[in-house]
Every structure is written in C-alpha cells, then in structure tokens.
C-alpha cells in the first residue's frame, strides 16, 4: 500500500460525513504520535539574583547518553536568547530544540529552560564562581520531570504507517 495521509488513504472510500469524521481523527492520531515520539520533555528554572555587576557563568548538561556538556561562559547579565543558543550550541539529541524564557530585569533573571525530544534525563547545574558585585546566587529548580515516552517498540514513522495502511484498508471496504 502507498497512502502517506489519510486524506490519500481515504480517496477510495464514497464521500461521507463519517470519511470527513475518519481523516479529521486520524489527522489527529497522527499528530499525537509525533508528539508522543518526539515529546520527552523536562523543564528548569535557572534563576540569577544578587544583582551581579560583572563577570561570567556557564551551564552544564548532564544525562545518560551524552555525559556532561557545558556552555561557553555566558555574561552575568545573559539574555534568553543568549542562554537558548548557547545551550542549543551543546551536542546531544533534542537540544536543538531546547528553548528559553525569561522574566525578571537585568541582571538578575530567571531563565525558563524547555527541553523537548531528549532521550535522557537531564540534571543541569551552573557555575558562578565568576559572577563578580553583588551577591551573587543561583536557584535551579527542576519545574517538569523527565518522563520517558515510550510510543511503540517498532518506532513512530512505521506505527503511522500502519496507521494509514489501515485506513487504505477501511475506505476499501466502506458502503456509501
């Protein structure tokens, strides 16, 4: 069979308010099982206060599959932007699409920290030993767990598929 959507795989079946209702829950399914493949997610919170005036600090990555990786020293009064390309800099899968936030004003942020479509749990943790003025401090929370999703063992492109074969299949066998 060679449907790749379900709109293709129900092409054969007569038009029907129950065809319309099958692709719509189908589009659906399918996206869900993107999300389920590929949604691992884990969120921090890094907060900088003490009202530094100088210096640097870095972030360090740590999981099962890659080790420990760390950023380049960021500036004391590093943006979001700044803290999201420096951590998508770092090797590993999903950190590409790592992304972060923030609040607070300069210097002293609180950077929100999403991961998303990463195969480990990931422990972060941050050195600010060369953050200078101020009181320097650092609060890391870890907001959402990692939790491992585990879709199907033969994988997320083949189970959707399936998925399509099937409705290939249904819209064969369907009576108007």
Do not use: C
Not at 38 to 45: C, L, P
């Amino acid at each position: 069979m060679v449907a790749k959507t379900p709109t293709q795989a129900m092409s054969l079946a007569p038009s029907s308010d129950d065809k319309t209702a099958i692709i719509a829950a189908a589009d659906a399914l399918l996206a869900a099982i993107d999300e389920a493949v590929s949604g691992n997610t884990q969120q921090w919170t890094l907060a900088i206060a003490g009202t530094p005036t100088g210096g640097t600090y870095t972030i360090t990555l740590t999981d099962s599959v890659n080790g420990a990786r760390t950023t380049s020293a960021l500036a004391y009064n590093a943006n979001a932007a700044t803290v999201q390309a420096a951590l998508r800099l770092l090797s590993g899968e999903g950190l590409s699409t790592t992304t972060v936030s923030s609040t607070g004003s300069t210097p002293n942020f609180t950077h929100t920290i999403q991961f998303k479509g990463t195969k480990a749990d990931i422990t972060v943790t941050t050195n600010i030993a060369s953050l200078t003025g101020g009181s320097p401090a650092r609060t890391l929370t870890e907001v959402e767990e990692f939790e491992r999703k585990t879709l199907h063992p033969m994988g997320g492109d083949l189970f959707k598929e399936n998925v399509v074969d099937l409705m290939e299949v249904l819209a064969t066998n369907m009576e108007v």
